[in-house]
């Protein structure tokens, strides 16, 4: 690959195929890790697929899904230190009903059943935005955008051991904080 170039037909043909593969899985991932801030999560995407172009001649081919979250995580990393350092904005304290956090096809005519699911929905966004940084995640790797332990352990940069510990202790707080939705 090292004689590839970014103007090898082929080369440019796969990597239009990861922007069209990976580019949605990579926006979700940021927004979880964001939590849920979509317009940063979009420009956190599209960095991590630039930087992708940026290094086609670097990295082999088979690698690119691991490369694009780690570098995706690392990019969200430093959003969420930048973010700790400045004032709040009036974007900040946005309307968050604009948000359906439920998909329109399990909205049902019950309005009752309709309401807890929107409540056990937002609950456990909630559970997830406020598991640790390296639980939340393992567990979104993991879990939503079905990465493989040994993936997760390549993205993340520690054993293979240490990913199944973190989605474990993940996996109990959410259902810890999970407790009154799943007793009905």
Not at 87 to 102: G, I, S, T
Request: proline share 6%; aromatic share 8%.
């Amino acid at each position: 690959m090292a004689s590839a170039t970014r103007t090898d037909p082929v080369l440019l043909a796969s990597y239009q195929r990861a922007v069209h593969d990976y580019a949605d899985l990579l926006k979700s991932f940021a927004a979880r890790l964001l939590a849920d801030d979509a317009d940063w999560a979009e420009d956190v995407a599209q960095d991590a697929l630039l930087a992708l172009y940026r290094h086609l001649h670097d990295v082999p081919e088979s690698a690119w899904r691991p490369w694009l979250y780690r570098v995706t995580r690392n990019l969200c990393l430093d959003r969420l230190r930048r973010r700790k350092h400045r004032p709040k904005n009036f974007r900040d304290f946005a309307d968050e009903e604009n948000r359906d956090p439920v998909p329109p096809s399990r909205i049902t005519n019950r309005p009752e059943i309709h309401a807890q699911e929107e409540e056990m929905q937002r609950d456990l966004e909630k559970a997830i935005a406020e598991l640790p940084p390296r639980f939340r995640e393992v567990f979104l790797l993991c879990e939503q955008q079905g990465v493989s332990y040994e993936e997760a352990s390549t993205i993340l940069d520690v054993p293979l051991k240490t990913i199944s510990t973190r989605l474990f202790r993940a996996r109990q707080r959410l259902m810890k904080a999970m407790a009154s939705h799943l007793e009905d």
